[in-house]
């Protein structure tokens, strides 16, 4: 085997902290490897040590075979070694090609040469003369991986580079990853989500608290076996969902429209209520509104004239209207409301202060007179840090200094700390290994259990299925409905048991009704592959859908009478006339099985190799 990479007995302190001890990893020419591993597990800091961004206390680091000393990433960049960070390093106002072109003395015009070349090379699609501030979250990603190539990296780390994905962008990355894999690139992908590990990598690597705990062939394992490496015990992987016997309505939202500061529409009349002991889901791929629905009812955001969002206050049942209100507003009107928001450092906590005064930022007004009480907020932060395992040197360091999960741990014990009658949460486990995630998803039930609502955002499909009792179906700004989380995992249980691993290649829609656009939706997010086949007519009625990125072209639109050749099924279709909504009738000729369920979908039929 031939090794791109050997480091060997490498350890790094910071002050009485030991982040890495003895560890020792090969990297192979030529594969994706997963390094594994918990919050603050020591997995960025031993890559940042690879690419030169730290440097080691010991230990030794060999580059095809030869033993190197790298001390700035400028060193890494001779040695073709790159890292694409969690946090992209671009000047916003800068095109993509000033941006690759950034301490380098090479024309303008040959950079961009070069940067039409290699996405040509690797299927990337990076306009070269669009502005960073145009481009979307994914296209960030592929701009940082044209770089390190320009630079001549064949070695490459990506730090997390799904945690701010959809399951869309996710899926074009990995293709990225497999065509450079196959031109030879060694590639490291540093992640908690086990089933992403499972569908990329080669080989896994598991660290535990700084030490090298083994490495797996990705093939000859699984996530419960994975998870007990990362933890070191058995871990259960199933999420709780306790029944609640008593539900009171404690939200209200009506007719919620919200427009940005350019005019465009991001809510359009968003309707639903949360109930006490409830968490309520909110499912859609990024970018449908979720972060506008939160900061919304939190008062962060103006709402257009005709929005309610109506609180019932659960000390005396009266109603309190929060639209235009401020969030001091709010406060002042008793209102016990929490906000898990989704940028965890730009807008829950302030990365240069600590964890007390961060602690504090939420209480800073309960001193007596124009003195702030201090000692609470301390006890507080070591409440936080010993019942969420907080790893941090000592309460006075700023939290920047703090891994990504460590910092989320520290925000959502602050908010639930305060027993919110109404907590709303986005992408509260984004970043986070398995063992915190399970952790906050007690945390949640918890408070559900305690009669709080709860409305928690999330990316991850199986989790809210899971986790929530209801599911609001957000797309393009606007709810597609609202499932019974039970009854809809129930189903895909179902599905999945009769496909017996297999993947259904179609979702026929026979029969549509209002109702079931949500299930569609979430159809296609947990079979991404899948095409829908559907007519003309059903299509016209779901427009906001279909302008999901990528869905249109899985669409596959019928005719009357039309019949269709789909692999080895054979379908005709048969138009009957409905007052409302069309119906689709399948005559079909097949040795395949096919899949009809009529338990909360309708009439919905799955095709499968």
Not at 141 to 169: C, F, H, M, N, S
């Amino acid at each position: 085997t031939e090794f791109a990479v050997r480091m060997v007995d490498i350890t790094k302190h910071f002050g009485t902290i030991t982040a890495n001890k003895n560890v020792s990893l090969d990297i192979r020419k030529g594969e994706i490897l997963s390094l594994l591993g918990e919050n603050g597990s020591g997995k960025t800091t031993l890559m940042n040590m690879l690419s030169g961004i730290y440097y080691p206390d010991g230990g030794s680091i060999y580059v095809n075979g030869t033993r190197v000393d790298i001390r700035s990433p400028k060193d890494a960049f001779k040695l073709h070694i790159g890292m694409i960070h969690q946090h992209f390093k671009l000047v916003d106002v800068f095109t993509a090609t000033e941006n690759v072109k950034l301490g380098l003395k090479d024309s303008i015009s040959a950079v961009r040469k070069s940067i039409v070349e290699i996405c040509k090379k690797y299927s990337f699609a990076v306009d070269p003369d669009k502005k960073v501030y145009e481009m979307s979250v994914s296209e960030k990603q592929t701009l940082e991986i044209v770089k390190v190539l320009y630079r001549g990296a064949d070695i490459l780390i990506l730090d997390e580079p799904t945690a701010v994905l959809t399951p869309q962008e996710t899926e074009a990355l990995f293709k990225v990853m497999r065509a450079m894999k196959a031109d030879g690139k060694s590639i490291v992908i540093i992640t908690h989500k086990l089933h992403e590990v499972l569908e990329i990598s080669d080989r896994v690597a598991v660290l535990r608290k700084g030490e090298y705990i083994g490495e797996v062939e990705t093939s000859k394992t699984d996530a419960q076996s994975l998870s007990d490496m990362m933890v070191g015990h058995a871990v259960t992987l199933n999420i709780d969902r306790p029944e609640v016997g008593y539900s009171v309505p404690r939200l209200f939202v009506k007719n919620l429209t919200v427009k940005d500061n350019l005019g465009v529409t991001r809510l359009d009349n968003v309707s639903f209520t949360a109930n006490s002991g409830e968490i309520l889901g909110v499912a859609g791929i990024s970018g449908s509104g979720q972060k506008e629905l939160l900061e919304a009812i939190a008062g962060l955001c103006r709402t257009e004239p005709g929005s309610s969002v109506m609180y019932v206050n659960p000390r005396n049942d009266e109603e309190e209207e929060l639209c235009g209100l401020s969030p001091e507003l709010i406060r002042d009107l008793g209102v016990s409301l929490a906000f898990v928001p989704e940028d965890r450092l730009g807008m829950g906590l302030v990365g240069s202060m600590n964890i007390p005064d961060n602690m504090m930022l939420r209480s800073y007004k309960d001193g007596k007179g124009c003195f702030a009480d201090r000692k609470k907020p301390r006890e507080l932060a070591q409440k936080v840090v010993d019942e969420l395992g907080v790893l941090t040197p000592d309460l006075d360091t700023p939290i920047r200094k703090l891994s990504g999960g460590n910092v989320q741990k520290i925000l959502v014990g602050r908010e639930l700390s305060f027993n919110p009658s109404l907590l709303m949460a986005a992408y509260v486990v984004r970043g986070l290994d398995i063992n915190t995630s399970y952790a906050i998803y007690g945390l949640l039930n918890d408070l559900k259990k305690k009669g709080g609502a709860v409305i928690f955002v999330g990316e991850d499909l199986d989790v809210l299925l899971e986790l929530c009792d209801r599911i609001l179906v957000l797309c393009g700004g606007r709810v597609s409905g609202i499932v019974d989380a039970r009854k809809t995992k129930e189903w895909f249980d179902n599905l999945d048991k009769e496909l017996k691993e297999r993947v259904p290649d179609y979702l026929i829609v026979s029969h549509l009704e209002p109702d079931h656009s949500a299930n569609i939706q979430l159809f296609t997010e947990k079979y991404k592959e899948a095409k829908l086949v559907l007519s003309a007519k059903a299509k016209a009625m779901l427009p906001q859908f279909f302008n999901i990125e990528g869905l249109d072209e899985r669409c596959i639109v019928v005719k009357e009478g039309e019949e269709l050749d789909l692999g080895n099924h054979h379908l005709k279709f048969i138009m009957a006339p409905m007052v409302h909504w069309p119906e689709v009738m399948v005559e079909y000729e097949t040795t395949e099985k096919v899949l009809f369920s009529a338990d909360g979908f309708g009439k919905f039929g799955a095709l499968s190799h």
